[in-house]
């Protein structure tokens, strides 16, 4: 073999640079260990409470004239959320920033998200620059980044609804309170849709003289006065509720979690450790003296 030839690297010399940093691994093991158990023990729980609702979906088909005058007269969209346009708009009411801000100003959970800027003593805020003084705006962004979540399953048509909060009483209480509220603000949706719709038609029955035209807009009128009333003692009415939100166990926080920080920090300060290690002998080699 020529001095010039390339050396292969065998599985020995791997060990062998293993070996020389053994001390820089255990060290960073050791340090991202310690690390992570100071997150683990020193940060805020975070609990999570879920509720699993699926989409209330109605059966009931309409065929004759009937789809067209409802169309005509903006009756078209009906009770069931089965279809996919209906169901995506229920979630999107279920995430949007109107809807959000509206249980926060109805809760007073202004001070509740934002306490270390509350002075709960005096009712106000504290002593904050005007930039730094929380607005609906930034208790939207935090509900919606770190508070809610909303996680669909086509496949099944289930959808489940996720509050993580400090307190797992009032994470449970949320995120009941997201659907029921969900269904009442969809349900006032629909009842000002069929209202509008329904005085439309009674307005045409009123002029127009055609019997069959009559007949079917009568036919039109009774089958929204008969979604009417449906929405109206429909409990549950745009989600139904498979598993309501239950507190979690005071134990059991969704973050942090102790097992895998550790784990994480073993990995993680052992790779720096060995990082340190081959930079530091990289840097005490001898340079080649020039030519």
Request: glycine share 8%; net charge neutral.
């Amino acid at each position: 073999m020529t001095a010039d030839a390339p050396r292969t690297v065998t599985l020995a010399d791997l060990l062998a640079v293993v070996a020389g940093l053994r001390w820089y691994l255990l060290g960073g093991a050791l340090a991202g260990l310690a690390a992570a158990l100071a997150v683990a023990f020193l940060a805020t729980p975070s609990y999570r409470a879920s509720v699993t609702v699926m989409p209330v979906t109605d059966g009931r088909q309409m065929g004759g004239a009937l789809p067209g005058l409802l169309a005509r007269f903006g009756g078209g969209a009906g009770l069931a959320l089965g279809d996919g346009a209906n169901r995506d708009e229920a979630v999107a009411v279920l995430k949007s920033r109107q809807f959000t801000a509206a249980l926060i100003a109805d809760e007073k959970l202004m001070p509740v998200l934002f306490p270390e800027k509350w002075d709960a003593a005096a009712g106000r805020w504290r002593e904050l620059p005007a930039d730094e003084v929380p607005t609906e705006w930034d208790a939207w962004q935090l509900f919606d980044r770190k508070v809610r979540g909303v996680r669909e399953d086509r496949d099944r048509g289930v959808i489940t609804v996720d509050i993580d909060w400090r307190d797992p009483e009032q994470a449970a209480r949320w995120a009941n309170l997201l659907v029921e509220r969900a269904n009442e603000d969809l349900r006032a949706r629909k009842l000002a849709q069929l209202d509008a719709s329904l005085a439309q038609l009674e307005e045409e029955l009123r002029r127009t003289e055609l019997v069959e035209l009559r007949q079917a807009i009568a036919g039109v009128i009774e089958s929204q006065v008969n979604e009417r009333m449906l929405a109206r003692t429909r409990r549950e009415f745009a989600f139904r509720v498979i598993d309501p939100a239950r507190a979690a166990d005071a134990d059991q926080p969704e973050w942090p979690r102790p097992a895998f920080l550790a784990a994480l920090g073993l990995t993680l300060g052992a790779v720096l450790g060995g990082v340190a290690g081959l930079v530091r002998r990289f840097a005490s080699r001898p340079r080649p003296a020039a030519a």
